[in-house]
């Protein structure tokens, strides 16, 4: 399976890069979390790092980067964000 570059280089850094493509897949999903996560997933099975080192750092990541989307939501308020999503929701297939 053909990764980005800098995905397979954060995920070969370890449990902090491994959370890192997790935050960083919140913010600019350039490929979908199902294969991001499958890949890093293969690499568990592979033996090239431990599965609940994995599991960790990725479930880490993800709840820091929905905790930021959410700061955000709270921070901006529900009209702003309403306006935002019926300007820029399209790009991201959003109702």
Known sequence: ???????????EAGPIGIAAVALAEKFCP?????VVFVFLGMMAASGESELVVTVTATATGSTIGALAW?????????????ALIERFGRFMNLK
Do not use: W
């Open 70 to 82: 959410y700061g955000l939501g709270l921070a901006l308020g529900a009209k702003r964000i309403e």
């Open 30 to 34: 350039i490929m979908p979390s199902y």
């Open 1 to 11: 399976m053909n990764m980005p570059d800098f995905v397979t280089m954060l995920a």
